[in-house]
């Protein structure tokens, strides 16, 4: 079965913590991993994906094929970091997005 | 500006009406979607066209149907409305069913029914 798993629903952090958005999937292929955010009132949009090997806004993804894995690190956190993170997976052939339930990540001044 | 739109922001209507959402994109892409968010932020595909033929339906009930017209514009018809089709909406767009998956979303069309 092609699923995402996000365990947190919600992550509260102070800011210039470190904050870590686990994200774990089940996929037998090679699938495309994503991650969308979606700040208070505006669309959903993409933040990494996992083939760029990108930092944006201070985030980095690593996927861990061995275990499945495609957490969202920053090592500071900013209030402006505020937001509903979603992880994605794209299963090869299928250009659909499998989604987790989301993450609600608050940073607290 | 290059984007995806929908019309309606909002739409609140009673049970067992028919309505319809609009989407359009200018990006140019060959493949678009329709996603449900439900009332716990859940995300997940309804359909996705390419070049204005089906591709994927994922069980639906049959009163959703959507419609392409053109690659540019998805519209998602909703007849006999219920209570459980209070959601939001997301239209998304991708370039098509190979290279790039990033997808682009619409702002989302919150449906309530009373």
């Known amino acids: 079965a092609q699923r995402v798993t996000q365990p947190e629903k919600l992550l509260s952090v102070f800011k210039g913590a470190p904050v870590e958005l686990k994200c774990n999937y089940s996929y037998s292929g090679s699938p495309e991993l994503f991650w969308y955010v979606q700040y208070s009132r505006q669309r959903l949009q993409l933040l990494l994906r996992h083939i760029s090997r990108e930092s944006i806004k201070g985030f980095t993804a690593d996927l861990n094929k061995g275990e499945t894995s495609f957490h969202l690190k920053k090592p500071f956190a900013q209030e402006e970091d505020s937001a509903m993170y979603y992880c994605a997976l794209s299963p090869g052939g299928y250009n659909k997005l499998i989604f987790g339930a989301g993450t609600r990540l608050a940073v607290h001044p | 500006d290059t984007a995806v739109s929908q019309t309606p922001k909002y739409l609140v209507t009673q049970m067992g009406n028919d309505k319809s959402i609009k989407c359009e994109q200018n990006?140019?892409?060959?493949?678009m979607y329709w996603y449900k968010q439900d009332s716990k932020k859940f995300l997940k595909i309804m359909f996705s066209y390419n070049n204005k033929e089906l591709i994927i339906n994922e069980t639906v009930p049959n009163r959703f149907s959507p419609k392409s017209p053109d690659k540019a514009h998805l519209n998602l018809h909703i007849n006999s409305l219920e209570l459980g089709d209070s959601a939001v909406y997301f239209c998304a767009s991708s370039p098509g069913t190979s290279g790039s998956r990033e997808q682009f979303f619409g702002p989302g069309t919150r449906l309530t029914v009373l």
């Open positions: 990006l140019g892409h060959d493949t």
